[in-house]
Each structure stands twice: as structure tokens, then as C-alpha cells.
């Protein structure tokens, strides 16, 4: 059984800096990995996405601020948010290639001007 277990969010003043970690399990082969999040009313975004190679594309942004990493052994994504910014504001999901209908619960992240 898949699973996407999301942690790491809070709430943190405009500047601060947060680390997301999504841990996956009953996964098998080497997938890509990605981060995407949602606000009340708006569609699910790619915020930042890691191959299988570990090449990296972001969302506009959150570039230059957000660093997306894996931890293959542990079939875990990481996204290290620094700068965070009020619009940063939403719950972040973890997503895998090829088990794209898995979602985790996310972890909501609050940033406070």
C-alpha cells in the first residue's frame, strides 16, 4: 500500500525558514519526486520537482529561496524553505511519478507578515 507522509510545516514570521520532509513507503523503482501546494479555492501547483538524474525545476517563486533534495535510501523529498513569504501560505503535498493519484494529508504552512 502506498503511502506519502508529509511533516515539517508550522507557522513562521515573513523571513524565517522552514524543512518539509515527505517519507513514502510501498513504493518500488526510483521515481521522480515533487512538491506541490494548495490554497482554499485554487488548484494544487508544482511548487519545486526532483528527477530521477536529481535535476531540479521550481516554480518561479520560490526560486532562489526553496531547495528541493532527496534522500533515496530512505525514499524521502525534502523542501527546504528559506525567505518565507505571506504568499508562501498553503498546505504542501508530496507527489511521485508513476503513483501520481497517492496523496499524503500535507502539512500546512503559515507565514505571518
Given amino acids: 500500500q502506498v503511502q506519502l507522509v508529509e511533516s515539517g510545516g508550522g507557522l ?3 523571513g524565517g525558514s522552514l524543512r518539509l ?3 513514502a513507503s510501498g ?3 526510483f521515481n521522480a519526486m515533487g512538491w506541490y501546494r494548495q490554497t ?8 519545486a520537482r526532483i528527477s530521477t538524474s536529481g535535476s531540479t525545476i521550481y516554480e518561479d ?4 529561496r526553496f531547495a ?5 535510501g530512505k525514499n524521502t523529498v525534502y523542501l ?3 525567505n518565507l513569504k505571506p504568499e508562501d501560505t498553503a498546505i504542501y503535498y508530496c507527489n511521485i511519478d ?3 493519484s497517492y496523496w499524503g494529508q500535507g502539512t500546512q504552512v503559515t507565514v505571518s507578515s
Fill in 21 to 23: 520532509s515527505c517519507a
Fill in 40 to 47: 482554499p479555492g485554487s488548484h494544487r501547483e508544482l511548487v
Fill in 98 to 100: 508513476g503513483y501520481s
Fill in 80 to 82: 527546504q524553505m528559506n
Fill in 68 to 72: 528541493i533534495s532527496r534522500d533515496i
Fill in 61 to 64: 517563486s520560490v526560486k532562489g
Fill in 27 to 29: 513504493i518500488s523503482g
Fill in 12 to 14: 513562521v514570521q515573513a
